[in-house]
Nanobody, 129 residues
Framework: QVQLVESGGGLVQAGGSLRVSCAAS????????MGWFRQAPGKEREFIAT????????WHADPVKGRFTISRDNAKNTVYLQMNSLKPEDTAVYYC??????????????????????WGQGTQVTVSS
């Protein structure tokens, strides 16, 4: 069973930066495509970014494009989300998610929460104005 643990969330002022991490255990992360999602109170879970198993392909949602960057270090079994120029509307619980790679992992971006099989417990990010 894949275990994902997020860390690095916290309170930051608008315009600031944070890097959240997602560490995987009980598996080899290079077997998985990974995604970051977030959920604010009263809202549905929202896609943020995805990266394929090798790290060669990434995709970021429009609200965070140019501000957030997803990356991974398979040797460390960890995926990262670097968040710059944070805004109050970025306040949410941030979740990482994993899905086993397939023959399509180099061709498609998986942006639907239902595409993912494994989830972390989330880390809170709060941006003050």
């Amino acid at each position: 069973q894949v275990q994902l643990v997020e860390s690095g969330g916290g309170l930051v002022q608008a315009g600031g930066s944070l890097r959240v991490s997602c560490a995987a255990s009980r598996t080899t992360l290079s077997r998985y495509d990974m995604g970051w999602f977030r959920q604010a109170p009263g809202k549905e879970r929202e896609f943020i970014a995805t990266i394929n198993y090798s790290g060669a392909n990434t995709w970021h949602a429009d609200p965070v494009k140019g501000r957030f960057t997803i990356s991974r270090d398979n040797a460390k079994n960890t995926v990262y989300l670097q968040m710059n120029s944070l805004k109050p509307e970025d306040t949410a619980v941030y979740y990482c998610a994993a899905r086993l790679k397939t023959v399509y992992s180099d061709d498609y971006y998986y942006i639907n929460p239902d595409d993912y099989n494994y989830w972390g417990q989330g880390t809170q990010v709060t941006v003050s104005s």
